[in-house]
Structure formats: structure tokens, C-alpha cells
């Protein structure tokens, strides 16, 4: 597969996001894969791959009345999505498909119409961690959140600092369910659920859902709006609605173009150096909202340090800049995951 061989052109969330009890969760997926055809200007009968978790895409398929040539249900969690834009990129560009819908739903705040996971006895799962009563993430990865504070030295203000920080961003998302301001002290002082997690380090629960669509690169001209893959370098014209809400914080559209970055040969990945969201401080005294990583970098991600600083060539935007995982050596605090 090439780089910029393949492109998104249609994408969307349900028509309501948080709290929806008169909609199932085969509904959400339903309605999210209809507000992205309609993105796309595409009709159900235009998709014939189609790629989903929570549901089967033989149950999303027969919902929408697809008939599709390639499905792929992967299912491993949060990160599902993520494998399915790689999947539907590779069927696409071995002919095995041409237009790909990814849907994504769930009812987890309502629970309408939801699909229970059961454990068998038999399985790993079953055997190991079962009868312990884990009941979810903030139960299940409380040993190796441990292992990693240990290992890196890690402090709890600094993994505090984590949902002090997705909080100020989700106060730039006019669709967020909680946009109020948290400190560190906050965090601290919320109940314990399951140590070291205590409520405002949980993920919150709601009811919603998402959806893309995919095409070859070379179709992307047949549509109202696109976007190549940030997987395969290089920024592109991005969809209105997405150039109407990509605003830096004095309410100027943020600039889309390799002259925003540090332009290279194009089609080129520029040196994973920096991901626009962190920026080298001078060291200073650590407070108790904000300790200092080992190093003497301050540990803050916040979201004024963001726009300002050179963009990625390989993100369609600054706003969608991702980080790398850093290399063990290296400071973690400041640092996320770039997919």
C-alpha cells in the first residue's frame, strides 16, 4: 500500500451525544453510519465493506440493508477503530473492497439494548481474573499502572495530571458531556475506586457513537470533502465542518498546510522529534499541582502551549496532533500516544 493511497470522506458522530435513552446501541451505530453517508453523499448501497465492534457487522450489514463483499469484526477494545482504518486501508488497496464503513456505538450510559461480553470459565480470563472480580479497566489495570509508576517513578500528582488535562480539552469540545475546569487536588481528593484509580482518573460512560467512511485515494476527487490518511504523510484540504471547528484559542482558524510545519520532501515522515501538544520548559520549583519530571521538565500538557508550536507535516492539523510513545530513557510524563 502507497502512501496517500487511501482517503476518508465521510465522517460523523450520532445526532446526540451523552445521555440517549430512547435509542439502542445497534440504533447509535445505525445513526452514526447514516450522518457519515450523508458527509460522504453516499447511499447505503455504495458500501460494500463494512467494519465494526460492540456489534457484528453482520448486524450492523443487515440493519442498514448492506450487502457488503468484505466485513471485519476485530474486536480488542477501545483501540478496535484504530485496527479497523488499518484493515479497511489494506482490503481497499488489495481490491477486496471500495467504499468501507466503520461504525462504532454503544449505550453504556443507558444500557439500551446493549451487548453483554460473557466470560467462559474456561478461558485465560476466565480462570485468572474472574475470580478476583474485575469489573473493567479501572479494576483490571491497576497492577500495571503500579509496575509502570515503579518503574519510571512516576508520582500520583502526575498521573492526576492526566485527567486534569483531557479535561481542559474536552472544555474546547462544544459536545462534551463535562467541560468544568479540575485541578490535580480534585483529582486527589475524588473517591478511591479501585487504587491507585480514584473516580475522576475512570473513563467516563455514555451514550453516543461515531462512523467513517473509506475510498482508494484516487476516488477522493468524486466527493464533497476528504482526507487522506494521516498514516500516509502529508495534509490535505480538510472537510468545512472540520475547518469550522479546528480553531485555536483567539478563534482563528487554525492553519492547514505545510507551511504550518516544518515542511520536508513530500510523501517524506519527518523525525518522530516532537508532536505539537508538549513544548521543553526551563526547569522550576515543583508546586502542588504540578510536579516536574525527572530531567527538570515540567509535566503540564496544557492546551495554550498547543497551537502555537510548529505542526506536524505528517497531521492533517495541529489540532490533531498525536504524540509517540517515548523510549523507556526518556521522561513519560508531557508524552502520548501517536497512532
Known amino acids: 500500500m502507497q502512501p496517500k493511497s487511501i482517503a476518508i470522506v465521510g465522517a460523523a458522530e450520532t445526532t446526540n451525544l451523552g445521555v440517549i435513552p430512547d435509542t439502542s446501541q445497534i440504533q447509535l451505530h445505525a445513526d452514526a453510519a447514516l450522518n457519515a453517508m450523508a458527509d460522504a453523499g453516499l447511499k447505503p448501497a455504495d458500501i460494500d465493506g463494512i467494519a465494526t465492534a460492540g456489534e457484528t457487522p453482520v448486524t450492523v450489514a443487515h440493519y442498514l440493508g448492506l450487502t457488503p463483499k468484505w466485513v471485519d469484526g476485530t474486536a480488542v477494545g477501545g483501540c478496535s477503530f484504530m485496527i479497523h482504518v488499518r484493515h479497511a486501508a489494506a482490503a481497499i ?29 474456561t478461558s485465560l480470563a476466565g480462570q485468572f481474573e474472574k475470580p478476583y472480580g474485575p469489573m473493567g479497566p479501572p479494576t483490571l489495570f491497576t497492577i500495571p499502572v503500579l509496575r509502570y509508576m515503579k518503574t519510571y517513578g512516576l ?17 474546547k469540545n462544544p459536545r462534551a458531556t463535562f467541560k468544568t475546569p479540575i485541578t490535580v487536588e480534585d483529582v486527589l481528593n475524588s473517591r478511591m ?7 475522576l482518573q475512570c473513563c467516563l460512560v455514555t451514550d453516543g457513537g461515531g462512523a467513517l467512511i473509506l475510498v ?17 504523510s502529508g495534509p490535505a484540504g480538510l472537510p468545512a465542518r472540520h475547518r469550522r471547528e479546528c480553531r485555536d484559542p483567539d478563534g482563528q482558524l487554525a ?9 520536508g520532501p513530500q510523501g517524506s515522515r519527518p523525525p518522530p522529534a516532537f508532536a505539537g501538544v508538549t ?35 505528517d497531521q492533517p492539523c ?3 496532533n498525536r504524540m509517540l510513545l517515548p523510549r523507556k530513557s526518556e521522561p513519560t510524563i508531557g508524552r502520548a500516544v501517536r497512532f
Open 93 to 121: 488497496a488489495a481490491g477486496l473492497c471500495e467504499t468501507v464503513l466503520i461504525t462504532h456505538g454503544e449505550s453504556g450510559r443507558s444500557g439500551v439494548g446493549r451487548t453483554r461480553n460473557v466470560t467462559a470459565p
Open 155 to 171: 508520582s500520583h500528582e502526575q498521573l492526576a495530571m492526566v485527567s486534569v488535562v483531557q479535561r481542559e480539552w474536552a472544555g
Open 193 to 199: 475506586i479501585a487504587y491507585p484509580f480514584r473516580l
Open 216 to 232: 482508494v485515494a484516487e476516488r477522493a476527487r468524486d466527493f464533497p470533502q476528504s482526507l487522506p490518511l494521516a498514516a500516509n
Open 255 to 263: 492553519r492547514h498546510s505545510r507551511d504550518s510545519g516544518n515542511p
Open 279 to 313: 513544548k521543553e520548559r526551563p526547569p522550576r520549583e515543583p508546586s502542588a499541582s504540578q510536579g516536574l519530571c525527572r530531567g527538570g521538565r515540567a509535566n503540564r500538557i496544557s492546551t495554550a502551549d498547543t497551537y502555537r508550536l510548529p505542526l506536524r507535516t
Open 318 to 320: 495541529g489540532c490533531h
